[in-house]
């Protein structure tokens, strides 16, 4: 499904130019549970992001489900992702305005899905991850570990083949943090490709395949089994 | 998705309500003054354009030169209707006009009207209907009369006027023959009613042939398809060609200019009220501009908050576009919102800016064009206010707004501390223009008039006052009421004569040299409080050839050359001596901006239109007056004792300008309140926004003097630089406006001093607030809260 080789980005302030990914290559394929780890700032977070294809690289080749995306504009990034990516962040980063239903539904409003459609879909998926009876209620008035669920819902309402998860269980609870797990565990099973960044050995243990970074670069693979 | 948009729109405005009361209370002052201004503006471009005639309707104008100068004036000698209906076959219709004011009597009713003398042809030429009667009869004998609805009412209530008899002037009887629909509040015109031009022959002695006398409007319509300057060509020697007078050219002036063009300046039409509907115009834009950037800035200002919304859009699949498409559309909710609260405002300031600017504007509630401008200003609003920050919030990079190290950017020039300096220099503008307004008008006001114009009262010779004028004058001084009386051809504050028709010894023949003429009976100098300078007063009770005598002003003594100016005999019209007996101190007659024009006063031998009496300065204004009624009841008892004071008629001089000032002081009080309003909100975020930095030089053991201090500077450094913008402007636009009066100010420095310390006071005002505030925060608070 991935296929990243050497893959650069730097990051220039006036002084300063730092390397944020010297020459990766790696691999990712279709129905894998791939974790990416290292210590701060091995460049876990902007591998994501070009994966993800929120950021785009400098130099090197990102090919995506056969297709070059390196260098596509923002608008073709943001056609190919809304379409087959969904995304999972430490801090939930769910829209304080809009109700859980809301938030859900917000892919489908962009990729032009029909209304009855999306109440349609995110009743079951919001079924599915057991906050059916939040449904109008707002951000706030969440558990973490509720807020990261409408996260997750958010994130596999447009049915995605890929999901980034950045650090999903880094501001829960153990007991939350597992159930999230299990969550992504679930989805994986049916089908869904997951890259996972963390820092939790816990975590990484629920993929089937650990890459560590360092500056900028793969440094160990661990196949889990 | 709309819904979505609309949806999240709501619940910000509902969640930060300081931040939408503060938006939507600056858009909707910004659009209330703006369609205040517009309303005015229509208006005044609205005048006389209702005629259906009026492509092809105009008004005669004379030109000739005087004093080197080519001048050119609208009334006109009253035979030239005959000449253009005889002798032009391009004219289609032709009238005079001339001010007509008689006591009109039904039953016991008597009424002062005032109305106009026209010839049949006007009732076709202008658009102004009759609700009852035939616009082609209604005028066409001496004994009709067409009076206004209103007029109609006053006179007979709610009966049918129509062939109603009314007793004019005691002497003679006319029939209402035409009712006429109340005159629009967007015509020059303002008469009660219309008589025949015939009555006015009859009441003046005959049909008057004078081509050398200037003193009625003539208007025509010429017939289609003959153009302006074709009948120009043609028209231009009527004049010449019927009379003897060979330095007067005529020409045409439509009636799509008579509001706004109306200017002439060596023969060359140079404007007029346009400029000032351009002023407003402009004042109109940029208040509204500065509406509009107060959002903007407030919005951008916001935009931290809203980082985090537009980066989670963008993941999960929105594009530009579309985030763009959301953010006009809430800035285009905002100023519907704002547009309504606007309406509501203008509808309750009507009533008020009527009043200031003398109309009667109203808002048009049931024309559907009003509708649509409506909604296209509100469009135009949203979208002008929307665009910059639609633009700035939805280019946002997702990684780094998610990642939380998003900060706006806080660069040396960033265009929101542009938009503020925008704001302030507009506003610093008006301030200095209010105030150099009001200083001229100050200036002018305590201008020596050169005469005592207090307790000074006159009334028109009208009834039987002309008849009984001794017996009034007597019995005003034997009584107490007056301490002096005098006759005049014309009240104390306007010049209704004026003539080049004087001669005297060492004069140039070539030149035509136009004197203002003032005509009293005697006691003109005790009456008025005037200084003699030279000679004597004219004093007919003690010198019998004083008739013929006449004084000069100091200007007539200088333009004339006289050394010795007592005694020395000025020819009227070629047949008649005149003798100057003395000289007065120079007086305003008529504008009090201008020098004091050259001006002849003569003796009892002319005609006389108004009583001017000194009340008596022993008595209070109050006893006087009711004693000088009594006066005027015992001798002219039909008619209603109508007068007024010369101080107060003097104060109307002053109107335009006074409303000129009131009106930028308004608009100059408004911008510095939406600006303020906007500097408040600005002050509000970034002292959010630096909370965390306050805390910790809190911590570090900053003052709240020193944060109070560090946060304000910021705003002055930018009021400081609007203040150097808005200088000069402020200062070339004055300085062309004086140049408008001969008498006037200087623009001095303190007036800049004045308005940079104004608006410094008020900018420390509004930003402390804020930043006392974020100073004397608990930094253990802000801090933690991370």
């Known amino acids: 499904m991935i296929k990243i080789t050497n893959l650069e980005k730097f990051y220039r302030t006036e002084e300063v130019e730092t390397i944020a990914l010297n020459k990766l290559s790696m691999h990712v394929d279709t129905g894998e549970f791939v974790a990416i780890m290292g210590p701060s700032g091995c460049g876990k977070s902007t591998l994501l992001n070009i994966l993800g294809m929120l950021d785009d690289p400098d130099e090197g080749s990102y090919v995506f489900n056969d297709i070059e995306v390196a260098h596509f504009n923002e608008r073709k990034r943001a056609d190919l992702r809304k379409h087959n990516i969904g995304f999972v962040f430490q801090s939930f980063n769910l829209i304080d305005e809009l109700t859980v239903f809301e938030n859900v539904e917000l892919p489908l409003i962009y990729t032009g899905v029909s209304a009855s459609e999306r109440v349609k879909r995110v009743e079951e998926v919001l079924d599915k991850m057991q906050i059916m009876h939040r449904r109008n209620h707002y951000p706030q008035q969440l558990s973490g570990g509720q807020q990261q669920r409408v996260a997750i819902a958010r994130a596999v309402v447009n049915k995605p083949k890929l999901i980034l998860a950045d650090e999903p269980t880094g501001n829960l609870d153990s007991s939350n943090g597992n159930d999230v797990m299990e969550l992504l565990t679930d989805l994986n099973e049916q089908g869904t490709t997951i890259i996972m960044v963390t820092h939790s050995e816990h975590d990484a243990r629920y993929s089937h395949r650990i890459i560590r970074l360092l500056d900028g670069q793969t440094v160990m693979e661990n196949i889990m089994v | 998705m709309f819904k979505n948009y609309l949806k999240i729109t709501w619940r910000n405005l509902l969640k930060n309500k300081s931040f939408t009361a503060i938006n939507i209370a600056g858009l909707a002052i910004g659009m209330a003054s703006a369609a205040l201004i517009l309303f005015w503006v229509q208006n005044e471009m609205s005048y006389d354009q209702f005629h259906e005639k009026g492509d092809r309707l105009y008004v005669m104008y004379n030109q000739s030169v005087f004093d080197g100068k080519l001048w050119s004036w609208n009334t006109t000698p009253k035979p030239m209707v005959k000449a253009l209906k005889q002798d032009y076959p391009q004219v289609e219709g032709a009238s005079r006009q001339n001010d007509a004011n008689f006591l ?8 002062n009207l005032s109305g106009s003398f026209v010839d049949p042809d006007f009732l076709t030429m202008f658009s102004f209907p009759l609700v009852k009667g035939n616009v082609n009869d209604a005028l066409s004998s001496i004994k009709k009369i067409v009076i206004t609805e209103a007029t109609a009412k006053k006179l007979f209530g709610n009966e049918n006027a129509m062939g109603k008899t009314i007793k004019i002037d005691s002497v003679d009887y006319m029939t209402v023959a035409g009712v006429m629909k109340d005159l629009p509040n967007n015509t020059k015109f303002h008469f009660e009613y219309l008589m025949p031009w015939k009555y006015w022959e009859k009441v003046n002695g005959g049909e008057e042939n004078n081509w050398g006398n200037n003193s009625v409007r003539t208007y025509i319509t010429l017939k289609p398809g003959i153009s302006e300057s074709a009948f120009n060509a043609r028209v231009k020697n009527i004049t010449r060609s019927h009379s003897d007078i060979k330095d007067i050219d005529v020409f045409i002036h439509p009636a799509s200019k008579w509001r706004l063009y109306s200017k002439f300046e060596n023969g060359k039409n140079v404007g007029g009220n346009i400029t000032t509907v351009r002023l407003f115009l402009i004042i109109a834009g940029f208040i509204l501009l500065i509406a509009c950037i107060n959002f903007m800035n407030l919005s951008t200002a916001r935009s931290e908050k809203r980082a985090k919304e537009v980066g989670i859009r963008k993941v999960v699949g929105a594009g530009k576009s579309s985030l763009m498409a959301q953010f006009l559309g809430e800035s285009i909710m905002i100023a519907i919102i704002a547009g309504v609260v606007a309406l509501i405002i203008v509808q309750l300031s009507l009533s008020g800016f009527n009043l200031l600017t003398q109309k009667q504007l109203f808002i048009p509630y049931k024309q559907p064009v009003f509708w649509l401008i409506f909604l296209s200003f509100i469009l135009l609003t949203g979208l002008l206010s929307g665009s910059y920050p639609a633009l700035y919030l939805s280019s946002f990079a997702p990684v780094k707004v998610l990642k939380g190290t998003f900060k706006a950017a806080n660069a040396a020039l960033s265009p929101r501390k542009v938009l503020v300096v925008v704001q302030f220099t507009f506003a610093i503008v008006l301030i200095i223009c209010t105030i150099i307004v009001k200083q001229q008008l100050d200036y002018a006001q305590n201008r020596d008039t050169g005469y005592a114009k207090t307790k000074l009262v006159y009334t028109m010779m009208v009834g039987n006052v002309d008849k009984n004028y001794r017996l009034i004058r007597n019995e005003l001084l034997s009584t107490g009421a007056a301490s002096a009386v005098t006759k005049t051809s014309a009240p104390m504050t306007e010049g209704w004569s004026d003539t080049w028709g004087y001669d005297w010894q060492g004069k140039n023949p070539e030149e035509k040299i136009d004197f203002n003429v003032f005509n009293t009976d005697g006691s003109f100098t005790k009456t008025m409080g005037l200084k003699i300078i030279e000679g004597r007063d004219i004093d007919p009770a003690q010198y019998p050839s004083d008739s013929l005598a006449i004084l000069l002003n100091e200007a007539a003594v200088k333009v004339m050359g006289f050394k010795h100016p007592v005694g020395q005999i000025v020819r009227r019209d070629g047949n008649v001596n005149l003798t100057v007996v003395g000289v007065v101190k120079d007086f305003i007659l008529q504008s009090p901006y201008d020098p004091v024009k050259q001006m002849i006063i003569q003796g009892p031998k002319s005609w006389f239109n108004v009583v001017h009496f000194k009340l008596n300065d022993k008595l209070s204004t109050a006893q006087s007056m009711k004693m000088a009624e009594n006066v005027f009841k015992k001798y002219n008892p039909e008619y209603p004792f109508e007068y007024k004071f010369v101080d107060e008629a003097y104060g109307t001089k002053f109107e335009s300008e006074q409303r000129i000032g009131t009106l930028a002081s308004l608009f100059a009080g408004l911008t510095i309140f939406i600006s303020c309003l906007g500097l408040f909100g600005l002050a509000t975020y970034m002292a959010q926004n630096r909370i965390k930095e306050i805390g ?23 009021v400081a630089i609007a203040f150097l913008v808005a200088t000069p402007v402020a200062w070339y636009s004055m300085h062309n406006w004086l140049q408008g009066y001969t008498y006037r100010i200087d623009i001095s420095i303190w007036i800049f001093a ?28 802000s801090l933690r809260s991370e």
């Open chain 2, 696 to 718: 910790v030089r809190k911590v570090l053991g900053a003052s709240v003097m020193g944060v109070t201090t560090m946060l304000s500077k910021d705003f002055l450094k930018l």
């Open chain 2, 104 to 111: 009109f009597t039904v039953g016991d009713k008597h009424l």
């Open chain 2, 754 to 781: 004045l308005a940079a310390l104004l608006t410094t006071i008020i900018s420390i005002i509004t930003v402390s607030f804020q930043a006392v505030k974020a100073a004397l925060a608990n930094p253990v608070k």
